[in-house]
């Protein structure tokens, strides 16, 4: 059973690094073909990825924020980390995590965290 | 990056009726790459199609994907209460991966 976690609600101030981690089981990030991606959702709006990491360590980051991300994965411990600087109060959101496969059979993420809320106030 | 543009933005719909949704990739994308997710409030997006076409594990028969290049459909056969809900394509061909705005199923 594949089950992911992202940590309870944060609140960061404009200017602070937002840093989250994704726990998961079920699954190991060593495994060909897997990989973890996190999205956000911001209140009443559609969904945008941010950045992913594949089980061999190939990374990808959004175009438009990709200055300010970076992910990174400890396969041991069975977690990912997106570490975003500089936030702003556009950047409140709910954070999700998701397993993702492309290989052998493309699925694409299929099993998502719950999400959450990260809220951007001074 | 790969516009996705899903149609209706709302879709009013009776129980027991057929709802149809469209989702238009500004690039031709390759099929295998295309999901739809349902979500409900509060909660997490779902996969239900993934390959365009292909039921996910535990997704009743009534959800359907169909579909090639840019245009692509979702469609709900008899649509049940716990059905009302947003609906969001996705690409996953070409990085960044997209969302489509979304396109919500209400009660009529």
């Known amino acids: 059973q594949i089950t992911l976690k992202e940590p309870g609600p944060t609140l960061v101030k404009p200017t602070q690094t937002l840093t989250l981690t994704c726990t998961f089981s079920?699954?190991?990030?060593?495994?060909?073909?897997?990989?973890v991606g996190w999205i956000r959702q911001p209140p009443g709006k559609a969904l945008e990825w941010l950045a992913l990491?594949?089980?061999?360590?190939?990374?990808r980051y959004s175009p438009s924020l990709k200055t300010r991300l970076s992910i990174t994965k400890d396969t041991s411990k069975n977690q990912v980390v997106l570490t975003m600087t500089n936030m702003d109060p556009v950047d409140t959101a709910t954070y999700f995590c998701?397993?993702?496969?492309?290989?052998?059979?493309?699925?694409?993420?299929?099993?998502w965290g719950q999400g959450t809320l990260v809220t951007v106030s001074s | 990056e790969i516009v996705m543009t899903q149609s209706p933005a709302t879709l009013s719909v009776s129980p027991g009726e057929r709802a149809t949704l469209s989702c238009r990739a500004s690039?031709?994308?390759?099929?295998?790459?295309l999901t739809w997710y349902q979500q409900k409030p509060g909660q997490a997006p779902r996969l239900l199609i993934y390959?365009?076409?292909t039921r996910a594990t535990g997704i009743p028969a009534r959800f359907s994907g169909s579909g090639s290049g840019t245009e692509f459909t979702l469609t709900i056969s008899s649509l049940r209460s716990e059905d009302f809900a947003v609906y969001y394509c996705?690409?996953?061909?070409?990085?960044?991966?997209?969302f489509g705005q979304g396109t919500k199923v209400e009660i009529k």
């Open positions: 079920g699954f190991s990030l060593s495994t060909s073909g897997v990989g």
């Open positions: 996705q690409q996953y061909n070409i990085w960044p991966w997209t």
């Open positions: 998701a397993h993702i496969v492309v290989y052998p059979l493309s699925v694409g993420p299929d099993y």
């Open positions: 990491i594949y089980w061999d360590d190939d990374k």
């Open positions: 390959g365009a076409s």
């Open positions: 690039q031709s994308i390759t099929t295998t790459y």
